[in-house]
């Protein structure tokens, strides 16, 4: 079975990987959008050197294809690339095509964490609240030394950075309520809302419901980002037909809405995982279709401002602004939410470092990148900063803890809700 793609769905066309990267003319418009090469100034590190490595590996001119690890490995799978190039070349797509050719199987860890999420979700949640009542005693900090000793120091610095260890999961808590007969919306659970941020999840049910009426939780597994990221693409293909099917059982209608800017940017690429299963493709297309992230479902609703809210800014997330083009969504709900206290972000596209694992695979830059944003957040004396992305949630509260303290990160949806709330009391009506 093959471990790569081969072929990727381009803006202008379906393209084979390779041709898809050859479309890279190397004019080298994109090099001040790509945060890696501002930082670096490394050619390798930059999304025409990228594309070039990846180029090479298919055409087995590397003489030493180890030698383009680093430079694959250290993309950020921003996108901030394709969005300023003309040709809009798909380099994030490009790069994971060059990385799975290098691999010679996935991360062992990927590939258990992925089986867990997707087919085994009761064992993972009774491993996590021992790990996360561990955490709540404190006990976990001594087994740090141990696994950066057995090589896994990026679980030891991911143990460091989640800060909240919930004891009961969002599946849990959204299954609890009531079935709608005739659902206006499903809720998609992002893994980041399930298992680390609950509270996040409820606040954008509240919001669904204040906003469109009744609807149903999908009771959905992983998305299958991780997989497709760190993984197996067959793992990613199951985790995206499990979660076709299940959209199809509840009518195959209603917006499926998520409110993790990354795994709903994926849902929306599922069409991309089918290219040589025209039946499955259509149904990946039908499901893609009907997609929204949480941004995108606030970007026009009549929200009330919330009152007496602290200078608060917005950050966005790469998979909302370049992933789903959803630049200006989240910042037109947020200017609403926030009213006279909103402030304007500079470099808000540019990404905080956090991408995933990046964080733990690439601790160096990431603290680069986690110190110009709060830089940027705190020029603008913001005391609280939205997001929507869980890597952006995690990363900002790691960040913002260790160089502006005095500032808080939520996700929108949480605003809104609170917004909500606020409304209802005085007597304003939210709609959508
Ligand atoms: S990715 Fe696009 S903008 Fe960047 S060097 Fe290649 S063709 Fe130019
Ligand atoms: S995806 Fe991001 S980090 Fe990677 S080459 Fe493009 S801009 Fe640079």
């Given at each position: 079975?093959?471990?790569?793609?081969?072929?990727?769905?381009?803006?202008?066309?379906?393209?084979?990987?390779?041709?898809?990267?050859?479309?890279?003319?190397?004019?080298?418009?994109?090099?001040?959008?790509?945060?890696?090469?501002v930082i670096t100034g490394n050619e390798a590190r930059s999304?025409?050197?990228?594309?070039?490595?990846?180029?090479?590996?298919?055409?087995?001119?590397?003489?030493?294809?180890?030698?383009?690890?680093?430079?694959?490995?250290?993309?950020?799978?921003?996108?901030?690339?394709?969005?300023?190039?003309?040709?809009?070349?798909?380099?994030?797509?490009?790069?994971?095509?060059?990385?799975?050719?290098?691999?010679?199987?996935?991360?062992?860890?990927?590939?258990?964490?992925?089986?867990?999420?997707?087919?085994?979700?009761?064992?993972?949640?009774?491993?996590?609240?021992?790990?996360?009542?561990?955490?709540?005693?404190?006990?976990?900090?001594?087994?740090?030394?141990?696994?950066?000793?057995?090589?896994?120091?990026?679980?030891?610095?991911?143990?460091?950075?989640?800060?909240?260890?919930?004891?009961?999961?969002?599946?849990?808590?959204?299954?609890?309520?009531?079935?709608?007969?005739?659902?206006?919306?499903?809720?998609?659970?992002?893994?980041?809302?399930?298992?680390?941020?609950?509270?996040?999840?409820?606040?954008?049910?509240?919001?669904?419901?204040?906003?469109?009426?009744?609807?149903?939780?999908?009771?959905?597994?992983?998305?299958?980002?991780?997989?497709?990221?760190?993984?197996?693409?067959?793992?990613?293909?199951?985790?995206?037909?499990?979660?076709?099917?299940?959209?199809?059982?509840?009518?195959?209608?209603?917006?499926?809405?998520?409110?993790?800017?990354?795994?709903?940017?994926?849902?929306?690429?599922?069409?991309?995982?089918?290219?040589?299963?025209?039946?499955?493709?259509?149904?990946?297309?039908?499901?893609?279709?009907?997609?929204?992230?949480?941004?995108?479902?606030?970007?026009?609703?009549?929200?009330?401002?919330?009152?007496?809210?602290?200078?608060?800014?917005?950050?966005?997330s790469c998979r909302a602004c370049h992933g789903q083009g959803?630049?200006?969504?989240?910042?037109?709900?947020?200017?609403?939410?926030?009213?006279?206290?909103?402030?304007?972000?500079?470099?808000?596209?540019?990404?905080?470092?956090?991408?995933?694992?990046?964080?733990?695979?690439?601790?160096?830059?990431?603290?680069?990148?986690?110190?110009?944003?709060?830089?940027?957040?705190?020029?603008?004396?913001?005391?609280?900063?939205?997001?929507?992305?869980?890597?952006?949630?995690?990363?900002?509260?790691?960040?913002?803890?260790?160089?502006?303290?005095?500032?808080?990160?939520?996700?929108?949806?949480?605003?809104?809700?609170?917004?909500?709330?606020?409304?209802?009391?005085?007597?304003?009506?939210?709609?959508?």
């Amino acid at each position: 079975m093959s471990t790569e793609l081969s072929r990727l769905l381009t803006d202008l066309g379906e393209k084979s990987s390779y041709d898809a990267a050859s479309q890279c003319c190397r004019c080298g418009y994109c090099e001040q959008a790509c945060p890696t090469y501002v930082i670096t100034g490394n050619e390798a590190r930059s999304a025409r050197g990228r594309n070039q490595m990846v180029r090479l590996l298919i055409e087995k001119r590397l003489a030493d294809p180890a030698s383009a690890r680093v430079g694959l490995d250290t993309c950020l799978l921003c996108g901030a690339c394709t969005a300023a190039c003309y040709a809009r070349v798909p380099t994030a797509d490009i790069v994971l095509e060059g990385r799975r050719m290098l691999a010679e199987k996935s991360h062992w860890l990927a590939r258990i964490l992925c089986r867990l999420l997707s087919e085994h979700r009761g064992l993972l949640a009774f491993g996590l609240k021992a790990a996360n009542l561990a955490k709540r005693l404190g006990l976990t900090a001594c087994i740090r030394p141990f696994l950066r000793l057995i090589g896994l120091p990026g679980l030891a610095l991911a143990e460091e950075h989640v800060r909240e260890a919930p004891l009961t999961f969002l599946y849990e808590i959204l299954r609890r309520r009531p079935v709608a007969a005739d659902p206006q919306w499903l809720y998609f659970a992002p893994c980041g809302p399930n298992f680390l941020y609950p509270r996040v999840g409820q606040a954008t049910v509240a919001v669904l419901e204040a906003l469109r009426g009744n609807g149903n939780f999908l009771d959905n597994g992983c998305c299958g980002l991780l997989a497709y990221n760190y993984g197996d693409v067959e793992d990613a293909r199951r985790a995206a037909r499990r979660n076709i099917v299940l959209f199809e059982a509840a009518g195959g209608r209603s917006p499926v809405v998520g409110d993790c800017s990354s795994c709903t940017a994926f849902l929306k690429s599922y069409p991309q995982l089918f290219l040589g299963e025209p039946d499955w493709r259509g149904r990946a297309e039908r499901f893609a279709a009907v997609v929204l992230d949480a941004p995108e479902l606030l970007r026009d609703a009549a929200l009330p401002p919330l009152a007496g809210l602290a200078p608060a800014t917005y950050h966005d997330s790469c998979r909302a602004c370049h992933g789903q083009g959803l630049k200006d969504a989240g910042h037109a709900a947020m200017r609403r939410l926030a009213g006279p206290s909103y402030r304007e972000l500079q470099e808000s596209d540019v990404c905080c470092g956090g991408a995933g694992a990046y964080a733990f695979r690439n601790p160096g830059l990431s603290d680069e990148l986690i110190r110009r944003k709060v830089g940027r957040i705190a020029a603008t004396g913001a005391r609280l900063v939205a997001a929507s992305g869980t890597s952006c949630l995690i990363q900002l509260a790691q960040g913002l803890k260790k160089y502006y303290p005095e500032c808080e990160v939520v996700h929108l949806s949480e605003l809104a809700a609170r917004a909500i709330a606020q409304g209802a009391q005085d007597g304003t009506q939210a709609g959508a």
